[in-house]
Structure formats: C-alpha cells, structure tokens
T-cell receptor
Framework: DQQVKQNSPSLSVQEGRISILNCDYT??????FLWYKKYPAEGPTFLIS?????DKNEDGRFTVFLNKSAKHLSLHIVPSQPGDSAVYFC?????????????FGKGTKLSVKP | DAGVIQSPRHEVTEMGQEVTLRCKPI?????LFWYRQTMMRGLELLIY????????DSGMPEDRFSAKMPNASFSTLKIQPSEPRDSAVYFC???????????FGPGTRLTVT
C-alpha cells in the first residue's frame, strides 16, 4: 500500500504560468516532507522541504504548502520556466526527518512549454 | 565537492552472474542509502546505514541482495545471482543524520538479460 501518493503522472504548463504539483500521504506519523526534482539520466536533487509544524515554506519561485488535516501537500512553481521540466518526487519521513528514512511517491512529470 | 559517486553508470550482465554496484558518499555524511527505481514500483529504499552500520534492510528484496559499508567512504550493493527482474536503476544517496535531505548519485542502470 502506497503511503505517499502522487496521483498525477504528468502535468503540462505554459511558460510563465503557475505549476501546482500535488501529493497525498496516509501515515499520520510523517512529520517532515520534501520535494525532489529529477532530470533524465541524473539522480534526484533536493528542492525544498517542510516540517509539520509549518504550513508553508517558500524558496524563490518554489513554495510548498502542507495541509495536515487533509494529509496533503503541494508544490507551487511561479513563474514556471522550461528548465523546470523534470520529474518531481514528493517524499515523507517521520521523527522530523532525523531517521533519514524517506518514503517516495512515484513522481509527476512536469513539462513547461515555451 | 564531487557529490555522491556511483560506479559503474551502466551494467549489462547475463542472468546468473554476480553484479557489484559501488558508491562513494559525500565526505562527512554519516548516513548512506541504497534505492532501486523501476517503472512499476517507483523509488524504493533497499537498505540504509548510519555510521557504517546497517539500520534497516527490510527493503532488500531477497537473499540474493547484500550490501556492505566497510568504511565511511565506500559501500557496495551485490546481487548474486542476478535475474532479469533485477533490471532497474540503482541509486545511492548520503546525508547527515538529523537532516532529512539526501544527496543522490547519478545512479547505475542495470540490465540483466
């Protein structure tokens, strides 16, 4: 049973517009969430994270929102750029991330069209 | 900083052969993770080490898989004997314990024919 779900396998957005990637989780013990970006033939790279004590974390064009009651988080990219085209993975961990054991979703492929 | 280094980048082998994948974590990181990525199952954690000690190997699919970390700068993942269903991309990642951010290597694409 998947504990971290990304229900949209792909998303297409026009350059300059907002990209919204969604992620749902089932395990209420998760208290630390991360987003990774992956280009073809490369390993995933860390993008942004959020602790469950917050509901929003922002880093430049990237913002992650956490809704604990709904067990849902989302990544907003504004404005989207062609270089953002990649597969985005949501990941979750318990114990504030201190255990380091991440559970990943299956990813959403984002295509940003010029 | 060279990042996490994995070798080989590509491996093609025949069923029944032994395969050894190698990983050098980022210097100073004390946690190391081995993942497998497939289309069907996505990115799965196989095993992770803290301070060279295996902590959780519940993701290792079966006894054909084994992993070692003889020192802080080197780890291996071995498959013996290999089977076609082992074909996947294997990633190694490292992190500082207490920090959920993991840094991934470029992966090894394994094909077992």
């Amino acid at each position: 049973d998947q504990q971290v779900k990304q229900n949209s396998p792909s998303l297409s957005v026009q350059e300059g517009r907002i990209s919204i990637l969604n992620c749902d989780y089932t395990n209420s013990m998760f208290d630390y969430f991360l987003w990774y970006k992956k280009y073809p033939a490369e390993g995933p790279t860390f993008l942004i994270s959020i602790s469950s004590i917050k509901d929003k974390n922002e880093d430049g064009r990237f913002t992650v929102f956490l809704n604990k009651s709904a067990k849902h988080l989302s990544l907003h990219i504004v404005p989207s750029q062609p270089g953002d085209s990649a597969v985005y993975f949501c990941a979750a961990s318990g114990y504030g991330g201190s255990q380091g054991n991440l559970i990943f979703g299956k990813g959403t492929k984002l295509s940003v069209k010029p | 900083d060279a990042g996490v280094i994995q070798s080989p980048r590509h491996e093609v082998t025949e069923m029944g052969q032994e395969v050894t994948l190698r990983c050098k974590p980022i210097s100073g990181h004390n946690s190391l993770f081995w993942y497998r990525q497939t289309m069907m199952r996505g990115l799965e954690l196989l095993i992770y080490f803290n301070n060279n000690v295996p902590i959780d190997d519940s993701g290792m699919p079966e006894d054909r898989f084994s992993a070692k970390m003889p020192n802080a700068s080197f780890s291996t993942l071995k498959i013996q004997p290999s089977e076609p269903r082992d074909s996947a991309v294997y990633f190694c990642a490292s992190s500082l314990r207490g920090n959920g951010e993991q840094y991934f290597g470029p992966g090894t694409r394994l094909t077992v024919t």
